[in-house]
């Protein structure tokens, strides 16, 4: 499937920008090996072809999947 590959900060500077430091400073980091391991076998770049050949389309970036999860879980709105 499409999709959009970010790191860590680069998520994190997305939800800063969006919900502001309020939210993005709850945000502790704590490494957890296992989550590790299962993040460290993704993909880091990839060309899904047959998906977009599909008709699948992924967002342009991580501001807008914090957008989508916004509207489609919260409503269009969140309790900071």
Sequence with gaps: MPGVSVT???QIAALRK???????DRIV????????RIV???PRNFAPERALSLGFRAETDF?????VHIDDELGGTWVD
């Design 63 to 67: 501001e807008e999947i914090i957008r």
């Design 18 to 24: 969006i919900a502001g430091d309020r939210v993005a």
């Design 40 to 42: 460290e076998g993704w």
């Design 8 to 10: 860590v900060a680069g």
């Design 29 to 36: 980091r704590k490494p957890d090996p296992t989550i590790m």
